[in-house]
């Protein structure tokens, strides 16, 4: 199961999770324009199929989530599953800072069909040993949507 379920306006700070299928997941965020804090949160796999976040948006509440200070280890999936949403019915603006990767059993950061204002920010964060690419863009965001302003940033990873 999921360890924490963020929900509209949560606060999550100084929590290690060991040993869940998802340590966190934004499924409890219904209302639009929600803002999430994460910080100093620990994310320690230990079995198979497992997740550090997933963001799917499926609400399309097109939430801001801040994650700082995590760590993520040991994952057998992939540390962040940030999803948009079919054709990008959901704009989550998701920021990951100084945050580090270790062992990770696919990619460090999955980031699919994220169109419009959604976007995907690393900042000063370290990526140390996945199998699959560290950062993996699935559904390359068109020409349209570029110039519409949707962005995904990488700075000092």
């Known amino acids: 199961g999921t360890a924490i379920t963020l929900g509209n306006g949560a ?3 100084h929590l290690e999770i060991t040993g869940s299928a998802v ?3 934004d499924a409890g965020i219904t209302a639009p324009s929600s803002f ?3 910080n100093d949160v620990r994310i320690i796999g230990s079995g198979p199929q497992q997740t550090g976040v997933q963001i799917y948006d499926t609400a399309g509440a097109s939430s801001t989530l801040n994650f700082s200070n995590m760590y993520l ?3 057998s ?15 989550p603006k998701v920021n990951i800072d100084r945050s580090t990767f270790v062992d990770i ?3 460090a950061v999955l980031v699919e069909d994220i169109y ?3 976007r995907v920010r690393i900042t000063n964060s370290a990526i140390d040993g996945t199998t699959a690419a560290g950062v993996t863009v699935i559904n390359e965001l068109p020409e349209y949507y570029k110039r519409q302003g949707a962005v995904i940033q990488f700075h000092r990873i």
Do not use: K
């Open 11 to 13: 606060a999550v700070d």
């Open 23 to 25: 340590g966190s997941s």
């Open 36 to 38: 999430v804090i994460v």
């Open 73 to 75: 280890q040991g994952l």
């Open 77 to 91: 999936a992939n540390g962040f599953d940030v999803y948009g949403g079919s054709a990008g019915a959901g704009d």
């Open 105 to 107: 059993g696919g990619s």
């Open 116 to 118: 419009n204002a959604g």
